[in-house]
């Protein structure tokens, strides 16, 4: 007899489907154990609703780690950068000016909006937004009588932007920044005792997380909005609520968003703040790992860190001279592929994406440079240095082929 749709299945949920057994993920989730106790706690509140004393405590611990002193848990962090725009008042015929080189969750909320996204190239040595090219931006701009309402550069794989001269260039401008830390939790920005965490530098008018599957610490999804600005997030907290307004019925003066974090996904989120200074600490081992496994191999060059800050390293980013090295970053990725490995390319830039075909950019060579010799390799914290080298072994053997 076939089971009532009303009726749950008995035993086991044998048609789940797992992970392809044995395969080496670009970065998958890593589990403290600890989520557990706090997911059992969630559950034992009855507290299976979008809201409750989970998001609280989130929310809270979020701030104590960061040094943000406002913050707001939201499903992702491309929900985090739309609330943070629309608080800002983007909107119909404003330009966003936005980072190349990053994923498209940076700068969609601009399109959703209305308003136009124009783009800025990176500098080399930090891969992170280029403070000339921004400066030539707004000039330009302004000049055409544009009305930039903010900029987003993006803390790329985990390396912070160089907030100070960013926000020397836009000060003149009167035009605030919204920081794109989605990739960064746990890098930092400064040296010594002073160092701010990624998102948290005074003066950036807001910042945004991301805890989805593969970043660093995970929610299994969800992301985070930060600011100084206590009524900014007083404001975003109410639109991410469907901006219901006070009273004992429900009333509705605007239109709001769906975007308040499960109770459930921030308990997993509390257990995941416990280990973060181990996960930074692990990713970058593995980067030393991968160093000293590649260091040797010409034309390999592994992505800079900046003299200003500390890199979380949230993934080993390669850029590879396929002449001098004897096979493409394509190449390479196939091979990993073939033995069961995930490689990626670098983030496609933004004004050579489909979506943007005919976006001002301000630059744009060194990011295409980036994308076209980039290639992103397995940096899981669960990883073991056994696993790196196997990862090395498969890119050695390439170098080799590729010799007379």
């Keep these: ?33 600890s989520e557990e106790h706090c997911v059992a706690e969630a559950f034992a509140s009855n507290y299976i609703a979008p809201l409750g004393p989970q998001v609280d405590a989130f929310e809270a611990a979020f701030s104590a780690v960061t040094g943000v002193p406002h913050c707001l848990a939201v ?77 987003i550069p993006t803390d790329l794989y985990g390396q912070c932007a160089d907030y100070q001269r960013l926000l020397d260039v836009c000060a003149p401008f009167g035009v605030p920044i919204v920081a794109d830390a989605a990739e960064a939790m746990g890098a930092r920005y400064g040296n010594g005792d002073d160092a701010s965490h990624a998102g948290a530098y005074p003066g950036l008018k807001a910042s945004i997380f991301s805890f989805n599957g593969n970043k660093i610490i995970t929610t299994s999804g969800g992301g985070m909005l930060a600011s100084e600005d206590g009524e900014l997030i007083l404001r975003a907290r109410k639109l991410s609520q469907q901006a219901r307004e006070p009273g004992p019925h429900y009333e509705h003066k605007e239109i709001g968003y769906n975007y308040r974090l499960s109770n459930i996904l921030a308990a997993i989120g509390l257990g995941q703040l416990s280990v973060l200074e181990a996960r930074v600490a692990k990713r970058r081992l593995i980067f030393r790992w991968y160093q000293e496994a590649l260091a040797d191999l010409p034309g390999l060059f592994f992505m800079p860190e900046a003299a200003y800050g500390k890199s979380n390293r949230w993934l ?8 001098v090295f004897g096979a493409t970053p394509e190449a390479l990725r196939q091979a990993l592929e073939a033995e069961n490995i995930e490689a990626r390319a670098v983030w496609k830039p933004m004004h050579v994406q489909p979506v943007f075909a005919g976006a001002r950019m301000f630059g744009g060579a060194v990011a295409e440079e980036l994308f076209a010799r980039g290639l992103c390799l397995p940096s899981g914290t669960a990883m073991g240095q056994d696993e790196v080298a196997r990862v090395a072994g498969i890119i050695r053997g390439l170098a080799r082929k590729g010799r007379p």
């Design 1 to 33: 007899m076939s089971t009532s749709r009303h009726e749950a299945p008995k035993g086991p949920l044998k048609a789940l489907k797992r992970p392809p057994k044995g395969r080496l993920f670009l970065s998958p989730p890593h589990l403290c154990g």
């Design 75 to 151: 499903t992702s962090g491309t929900a985090a950068m739309h609330l943070a725009l629309h608080c800002l008042g983007v909107g119909p015929g404003d330009v966003v000016l936005a980072s190349s080189l990053t994923f498209i969750g940076s700068v969609s909320p601009a399109r959703f909006l209305g308003a136009e996204a124009v783009f800025v190239d990176c500098d080399r040595a930090t891969w992170n937004m280029d403070p000339s090219l921004l400066r030539e931006a707004l000039t330009v701009l302004t000049s055409e009588g544009r009305r930039v309402k903010a900029v």
């Design 316 to 323: 080993t980013v390669l850029q590879v001279d396929g002449k």
